[in-house]
């Protein structure tokens, strides 16, 4: 008798995340995605598209993102013939901030590009999950140090919902790998060495042998935690929950 072909890890890790989406679904409604429209995000998006599972999705469009994501935003809406949300900063704050800091004032400490990140993520992100009982996001703990602990479950303490990492444990080549069997969609600056993207003054290509998260916010000191304070929150860990 022949021995059974394993199973390739990305097809194992792709039945986990289904499972996991449609759990969330069934006892988290209503359940947000969160998406920057990243590669993992792309997978996540997938997942969801072609499983039909009412969780809805949105974005936060900071006010300074590249033409690409735009591009890649407009495609998916054609593409999957979904609807996303997209929610933006408040014109007040905005405001408020360059009339204090200046329109490109993030460059000039690691506390202005916070209190940036604060008005144009951190603050929308707050409008965006209000009544949800559950938001889904594409972190992954290969991809930042400052991830390497992330759990696939976590309460949200914050924001006071259930937290879902899907993709925690699947490594970058897996992600690619998913991309490219199920023809996605995704962002065009990945091809030009952007691994990570956010802002477009906030994110070069990163260097040959750099950390993935190198691009971001590259002129503040090296080692720092490339971090906007959307993630940088407590939580506490719960790892029975369906």
Avoid at 112 to 132: H, I, S, T, W, Y
Wanted: neutral net charge; charged residues 30%.
């Amino acid at each position: 008798m022949s021995e059974p072909h394993p199973v390739p890890l990305v097809e194992t890790r792709v039945a986990a995340a289904r499972a996991l989406l449609r759990g969330i679904e069934r006892n988290h409604s209503p359940a947000a995605f969160a998406s920057s429209f990243g590669a993992e995000d792309m997978v996540l998006v997938d997942l969801i598209a072609w499983e039909g599972l009412d969780i809805d999705i949105f974005t936060l469009d900071t006010g300074r993102l590249p033409r690409e994501t735009h591009e890649l935003i407009a495609r998916v809406r054609q593409h999957y013939g979904l609807l996303i949300d997209v929610v933006t900063p408040r014109a007040a704050s905005i405001d408020a901030y360059v009339r204090k800091h200046g329109l490109d004032g993030f460059y000039d400490g690691v506390d202005e590009r916070k209190a940036c990140c604060k008005v144009r993520k951190v603050e929308p992100l707050k409008r965006a999950l209000r009544g949800k009982k559950a938001w889904i996001t594409g972190l992954r703990r290969e991809q930042a140090e400052s991830r390497a602990v992330i759990e696939e479950r976590s309460y949200d303490e914050t924001h006071g919902l259930w937290k879902f990492n899907p993709l925690a444990d699947w490594t970058e080549d897996e992600v690619w790998a998913y991309l490219r069997d199920h023809k996605v969609p995704y962002n065009a600056l990945h091809d030009r060495g952007y691994p990570s993207i956010g802002c477009e003054p906030c994110t070069r290509a990163v260097k040959p042998g750099e950390d993935s998260r190198a691009g971001r916010w590259w002129w503040e000191r090296e080692g720092a935690a490339k971090e906007c304070g959307l993630h940088q929150i407590p939580v506490r860990v719960e790892r029975r929950v369906a």
